[in-house]
């Protein structure tokens, strides 16, 4: 009998084999509106049968004016405020990208930050959330649980430069808005496990393109903590719940601790910083891998050749234990040709060993 979606997944992921391979990718909003061109209205990732769906809960609603933390700025319209009060500011030509504002980042004192309203997550959608995990288990589908960022929250809201000095000078303004985007998250993390997600993804880039974001003492002073304990709060709720972590560029001498965090996933593996073939033998038995094809290369300027070369490279280091979900390795952005995502497809579906 065929293993449905999710049980292929997750077999895969425990590195137990696999009776096929699955896809998986992200549409810019270009992209999307060039498959709704071609094949209507259905949802892409029904069309192309990826494996899981994203879930998570939502939080409490706020009446702030966030213009307050922002004295003197001048914002473009359509300029949008996330629940963290990071502002996201469009411009002309940009497309989907924007440019980010810090609300914290003129913040000098510890008063302030303890002053700074912190979302709240809304607990009333816990139902609709497990209903949500049912439903997709029923549909053969597995459910990721996204509870948010650690670093990455915490140097939006403050800025990286001035949250980075705030590390390095040991101050307890950072120590503090650790532990409040820590708690919230974990809190999130905690009720997606009782929901009964799958696994659990969550995104902290700590890698630039040719070398590490920080050093290693610093990682591992400030962020492996918040990181363990993120895994550990899951884990501890079920054991069975496998965990994803996510940062783009090179990041290899971090991936010893990341083991050791409880790290079960790494993604994306970017191949223009790091190379698969090399991280594959040396923690192919331990961790399992997402990602490999070049959303900087191969994807936008490779031929569907190319796409199908690279995809039967990887999934061939890989082998028959599988561990490697094979995609592109980061959002799909509109200067990739759409005959390079079917090419990308369907050496997925035509792949054997």
């Known amino acids: 009998m065929a293993l449905s979606q999710r049980e292929n997944l997750m077999k895969l992921w425990r590195r137990e084999g696999y009776e096929y391979v699955p896809v998986h990718f992200l549409l810019c909003p270009a992209l999307k509106e060039e498959f709704k061109k071609r094949c209507g209205d259905i ?17 409490k609603p706020q009446d702030i004016d966030w213009k ?46 303890q002053a700074y309203p912190y979302p709240e997550l809304d607990e009333s959608g816990i139902d609709s959330l497990k209903a949500e995990v049912e439903y997709l288990h029923k549909r053969g589908l597995a459910a990721c649980g996204c509870p948010g960022c650690l670093w990455e929250n915490s140097w939006y809201m403050r800025s990286m430069e001035e949250l980075m000095m705030d590390m390095f000078d040991g101050n307890e303004k950072a120590s503090y808005h650790f532990k409040r985007i820590t708690d919230i998250t974990c809190g999130h993390a905690a009720l997606l496990a009782r929901a009964g997600v799958d696994f659990i993804h969550m995104g902290d880039d700590i890698g630039m393109q040719e070398s590490i974001m920080m050093s290693e003492e610093m ?12 895994v550990k709060t899951v884990k501890d709720i079920n054991p069975e719940i496998l965990f994803s972590y996510h940062s783009c560029g090179y990041i290899e001498p971090f991936i010893p601790d990341l083991i050791d965090s409880g790290i079960d996933i790494l993604n994306p593996i970017q191949p223009e910083s790091m190379s698969f073939e090399k991280i594959h033998a040396e923690y192919g038995d331990v961790l399992s891998f997402w990602g490999t094809i070049g959303t900087q290369t191969t994807m936008p300027f490779g031929t569907p050749e190319d796409v199908r070369k690279d995809v039967n490279k990887n999934l061939k280091i890989a082998g028959p234990k599988g561990g490697l979900l094979c995609t592109p390795t980061h959002l799909l952005e509109p200067d990739v040709l759409w005959e390079n995502i079917e090419a990308y497809v369907q050496a997925c579906h035509d792949f054997s060993l």
């Open 43 to 59: 949802v892409y990732q029904d069309y192309f049968n990826f494996p899981f769906r994203y879930v998570g809960l939502g939080f």
């Open 68 to 113: 307050v933390y922002y004295p003197g700025v001048e914002f473009n319209p359509g300029t949008t405020f996330s629940v963290f009060g990071v502002a996201c500011e469009p411009h002309p030509g940009s497309m989907h990208m924007h440019r980010m504002h810090h609300p914290m980042k003129s913040f000098t004192s510890l008063e302030q930050f």
């Open 219 to 230: 990682y591992r002073e400030w962020l492996k903590p918040l990181q363990t304990r993120l």
